[in-house]
């Protein structure tokens, strides 16, 4: 039976012959990884070039479902298939680029790439073609991204259909992610170094042949070479090498091997500062976190902070910006205090003061409003001192825009809105339609969703319908007035909203899982299991969608499955009083009292007041002819969330049980005062109280 293999060697040529070894079908695609080459996607392009235009001469349906994400990170391959449509944030210039993307983004579109080859792969499968087989060479050297989309499709793929090979050397430096996936998805296998010829090449020779190969060679002579080589001979290569790849160079060799290059040099202050600049706004721009970081410390360390201080800026802000959602907030407050260190340029201030205060009021936890709001109060300062009146209103509004979200934050929703209202009204005013769109949609979000926030729903519906209209791919807007029509009782209009976000963007697994919650409000459970298993095909570890669907599968009597997916959100969080309830839950639907009550005794030990899982203890009790300790754990349950007619009714019932006829009574008399009583429930209980205190 086939299976992923992880081949480990030292040299590439070992391990490529170790992979030839395995049986190579027509449809083998070896893809070389080194990020050194053409940066986050290198080797992803040269599988999806190799994909592409079978699946979208075939099924152009299929490629069509994902176009944005297989050209997201790599949009050459537009040459192929043709562009993708684009949101706002793509089209204007970089320094009106106001909203970025992240890891998360690219963690998206990594999943809806796996599912194209998945699905690539199962009608290449059912047309009786040959199955498909992708070697990931230099894994080990590749940047995170690729190394998380390796991770994903060793996870997900069938390796029947699509199989990996991963290369790597034995002392990689693998992602967590991906060195857990090859432990539990691949067979590893050791490749034989191969016997050594002598090489006749000249020094000279093995130095070019290193810096023309972009320093990704693993050959001993050449490397050794190289390092003893002139310095000013290694600089003049690299710099023919860096002109030789600059013409019509993609996007991918532009974040990574013109910036190599250029770094070693005759020039890396200057020609080596300008490609780092430009490829570090390419990975901004695209939301490659982790090299945004890379590139951004690079630029650093070859920027003159004295010569370039707005270069030297840009590099700091943006490496502190790319930390955030690679969860290293201490470091990205400390890159805004190094700003704060080296200058009293307002600038400087300015734009490490807004960022320290989004770290607080977004990101540290616990959050932290009131210290953000002193660090935004001083963002928002400096920003009406700036002497050119045009760049004072901008960075006013920017400021005041944030300030806005803290506000909101604390609490403060009208004054969030009076400030964003004022903003709309001043850029209005100062600036043509077509200038900073983004900017101005941004602002335009905040206030819709603090008219939602402040019930105003109408108004923030018609808001978003607006925002739609601006910036109809994305998708965020989609959902948001999806939820507003879920407020206002109209389901048909959410999921509207929902179907045409999932045809449009990526596959966001937080997307489906709304869309399968509405699915089940409207009753379609089909559609809402489809939903939540797509969610945890992408990632099984999501606790809600786990529980959310066990809650599906209760509801149908599938008791195994529930269970199933409470004991795998168990093992990611053993101490969970929800999913421990759950379990109880599912004891007790299956008739097994006893047992429900241990595990719901775990939960209440996990939380004392969980209500739920009080609730269904009782029910166990009750069953187990305890009706006094069913009485006791509803009475906390009055306790904690107050008068409830369904609690009033349970407890009328368990004090019946314990023959206390006369509190059974005011239960259900007290339970018939209050909205939502269920009468019919409820009268036959009364009754059957007044007969016996009557002695009838």
């Known amino acids: 039976m086939p299976a992923h293999l992880r081949i480990v060697g030292e040299r590439r040529t070992d391990r490529s012959r170790r992979a030839t070894e395995e049986p190579y079908g027509e449809r083998a695609v070896v893809a070389g990884c080194h990020q050194r080459l053409r940066g986050p996607y290198t080797g992803v392009d040269t599988l999806l070039r190799a994909m592409l235009p079978e699946a979208y001469g075939r099924w152009p349906e299929l490629v069509e479902r994902h176009r944005v994400e297989l050209l997201y990170g790599v949009p050459e391959l537009a040459e192929l298939v043709g562009e993708a449509p684009q949101q706002l944030a793509f089209k204007g210039p970089f320094e009106e680029r106001t909203r970025f993307y992240g890891s998360q983004m690219i963690r998206c579109m990594n999943q809806g790439i796996v599912t194209f080859l998945n699905e690539h792969a199962r009608r290449l499968a059912e047309a009786g073609d040959p199955s498909l087989l992708v070697v990931f060479e230099d894994a080990h050297a590749a940047e995170s991204s690729t190394q998380e989309l390796i991770a994903l499709l060793l996870r997900r793929a069938d390796p029947e259909r699509l199989r990996v090979l991963v290369c790597t050397t034995s002392t990689a430096a693998l992602t967590e992610e991906l060195e857990g996936a090859l432990a539990r998805h691949a067979l590893s296998v050791h490749a034989v170094p191969g016997e050594r010829s002598l090489d006749g090449r000249s020094a000279e020779e093995l130095v070019r042949a290193h810096v023309m190969a972009d320093g990704i060679g693993d050959d001993p002579a050449e490397l050794a070479a190289y390092e003893a080589a002139d310095p000013e001979f290694v600089r003049r290569l690299h710099d023919l090498r860096a002109e030789e790849l600059s013409v019509g160079a993609d996007v991918?060799?532009?974040?990574?091997?013109?910036?190599?290059?250029?770094e070693r040099g005759a020039d890396p202050g200057g020609l080596g500062r300008e490609a780092l600049t430009d490829g570090l706004r390419i990975s901004a721009e695209i939301g490659f976190s982790a090299m945004t970081l890379d590139m951004g410390l690079r630029g650093r360390a070859v920027t003159d902070p004295v010569a370039h201080p707005d270069d030297f800026r840009r590099f700091?802000?943006?490496?502190?910006?790319?930390?955030?959602?690679l969860h290293r907030l201490e470091e990205s407050f400390d890159l805004y205090m190094d700003l704060r260190r080296r200058y009293t340029d307002p600038n400087a201030h300015m734009i490490s003061s807004y960022g320290i205060a989004m770290l607080y009021t977004r990101f540290f936890s616990p959050r932290d409003h009131e210290t953000a709001l002193a660090w935004q109060n001083n963002a928002v300062a400096i920003a009406a001192l700036l002497p050119d009146a045009r760049e004072r209103t901008l960075r006013q509004v920017f400021?005041?825009?944030?300030?806005?979200?803290?506000?909101?934050h604390r609490g403060n929703l009208e004054h969030g809105l009076d400030l964003i209202r004022v903003g709309i009204e001043r850029l209005d005013a100062m600036l043509e339609p077509d200038e900073w769109v983004v900017h101005r949609s941004q602002l335009l979000y905040n206030r819709t969703r603090l008219l939602a926030a402040l019930g105003r729903v109408d108004e923030a519906y018609a808001d978003f319908t607006v925002l739609i209209e601006m910036d109809p791919y994305y998708t965020d807007y989609l959902c948001e007035r999806a939820k507003i029509s879920r407020r206002r009782g109209d389901l048909d209009a959410a999921l509207a909203d929902y179907d045409r976000a999932v045809t449009m963007a990526p596959p966001f697994p937080e997307l489906y899982y709304n869309r399968g919650t509405a699915r089940?409000?409207?009753?379609?459970?089909?559609?809402a299991l489809a939903d939540f298993d797509y969610v945890l095909e992408m990632e099984p570890d999501d606790v809600a969608t786990r529980m959310r669907r066990a809650e599906v599968f209760l509801g149908l009597g599938d008791f195994e499955?529930?269970?199933?997916?409470?004991?795998?959100?168990?093992?990611?969080?053993?101490?969970?009083?929800?999913?421990?309830?759950?379990?109880?839950?599912?004891?007790?639907?299956?008739?097994?009292?006893?047992r429900a009550?241990?595990?719901l005794?775990?939960?209440?030990?996990?939380?004392?007041?969980?209500?739920?899982a009080l609730v269904n203890r009782a029910v166990a009790h009750f069953e187990l002819g305890h009706p006094r300790a069913a009485v006791e754990d509803l009475t906390r349950v009055l306790d904690l969330l107050g008068p409830d007619p369904d609690v009033l009714l349970n407890r009328g019932l368990a004090h019946e049980a314990a023959g206390s006829a006369d509190l059974a009574l005011r239960?259900?008399?007290t339970a018939l005062e209050l909205p939502g009583a269920d009468v019919a429930e409820l009268e036959p209980v009364r009754e059957r109280c007044r007969r016996q205190l009557s002695g009838v």
Not at 520 to 526: P, R
Not at 601 to 612: I, R, S, W
């Open 252 to 262: 991918g060799t532009r974040m990574g091997a013109i910036p190599y290059h250029r």
């Open 601 to 612: 005794d775990t939960a209440l030990d996990a939380d004392p007041g969980y209500a739920a």
């Open 667 to 669: 239960d259900v008399e």
């Open 597 to 599: 009550a241990r595990l």
């Open 399 to 408: 400021n005041d825009n944030a300030l806005a979200l803290i506000e909101m």
């Open 316 to 325: 700091t802000a943006l490496a502190a910006n790319a930390l955030v959602p």
């Open 561 to 594: 499955a529930a269970e199933a997916d409470v004991v795998a959100g168990l093992d990611l969080r053993p101490t969970d009083p929800e999913l421990l309830c759950m379990r109880g839950t599912v004891a007790l639907e299956r008739g097994d009292a006893e």
């Open 520 to 527: 089940l409000d409207a009753g379609d459970v089909e559609g």
